[in-house]
């Protein structure tokens, strides 16, 4: 299974296999900067690994500034890990009041059970989830850039979805 998120150029995307609905495209994004700052952000945020399942088990950079799970060294499970990976397409998505009403289930049913320990680690990543919403920018980044139609319509027409009927205001 694919475990990981890529960042490319947009002149990348030609290459992709856009056929393969399994992979998801989220952008474009208004430049450079912007990719990198989401990218960062859901990699504190939902602990994405720099080099998960790698052959090496070797240990990322994020492992040891307590910003990876253990992706790379084989300290998370690959369906665990995939879990992330979903939280960090529901964020891309804008999908924020799926991704609070998670975390507060998830919160609640592992106090419920005495977990206390995951219970708090959640209760982090929440928290680091709502610094982030309550920043107000998080909804200008992933927001497609008006500026660039021609860059829009390329990409539409690229994508070919049969249910693309126009332009979106963001790709996923």
């Not at 979903?86 to 924020?96: I, P, V, W, Y």
């Amino acid at each position: 299974p694919q475990t990981k998120v890529v960042f490319s150029r947009a002149t990348d995307i030609l290459e992709f296999n856009l056929d393969n609905y399994s992979k998801q495209v989220f952008g474009p994004y208004t430049s450079a900067r912007i990719a990198t700052i989401l990218q960062k952000q859901i990699r504190k945020t939902f602990g994405i690994c720099l080099k998960p399942f790698n052959s090496q088990n070797k240990a990322c950079f994020n492992y040891h500034i307590k910003q990876c799970p253990g992706a790379c060294c084989g300290e998370i499970s690959v369906t665990n890990y995939q879990k992330r990976l979903g939280l960090a397409k529901k964020f891309l998505s804008g999908e924020f009041t799926d991704l609070r009403k998670y975390y507060l289930k998830e919160i609640k049913v592992n106090s419920k059970i005495q977990n206390y320990e995951l219970a708090a680690k959640l209760k982090y990543e929440y928290d680091k989830l709502q610094e982030v919403l309550e920043a107000g920018n998080v909804n200008l980044l992933l927001k497609l850039s008006e500026s660039i139609p021609s860059t829009q319509n390329r990409i539409t027409t690229t994508l070919n979805h049969p249910k693309l009927q126009g332009t979106p205001h963001r790709i996923e």
